[in-house]
């Protein structure tokens, strides 16, 4: 019902900045809470940034001061400014959208993931 298309991702060196968007498109009433998790090598996925519906912001510890969650109600759209990276940040990250359909539910709904590599 909902699609969620990822963009943004790629290698860069430490210190090194990259955004990545998620855009939702399908059939559903409202996006609600957004979100990017990520998932390390042989780590589990891991929340990274939230945003709700009226902007409200949370961050892991691990990445405050350094990545800035925004998004585009408009366009359904949901970024992830990554600045100063460092290697720990590799990892495959995923977005993900609080999705309430035209009838009564409410369901999470996924990327595809975009990897992410910081290395020299």
């Known amino acids: 019902q909902v699609q969620l298309v990822e963009s943004g991702g790629g290698l860069v060196q430490p210190g090194g900045s990259l955004r990545l968007s998620c855009a939702a498109s399908g059939s559903f009433f409202r996006a609600n809470a957004m979100g990017w998790y990520r998932q390390a090598p042989g780590k589990e996925r891991e929340l990274v940034a939230t945003?709700?519906?009226?902007?409200?912001?949370n961050y892991a510890d691990s990445v405050k001061g350094r990545f800035t969650i925004s998004r585009d109600n408009a366009k359904i759209t949901v970024y992830l400014q990554m600045n100063s990276l460092k290697p720990e940040d590799t990892a495959v990250y995923y977005c993900n959208v609080g999705v309430t359909t035209w009838g009564t539910n409410n369901y999470n709904a996924w990327g595809q993931g975009t990897q992410v590599t910081v290395s020299s």
């Open positions: 945003i709700t519906s009226g902007g409200y912001t």
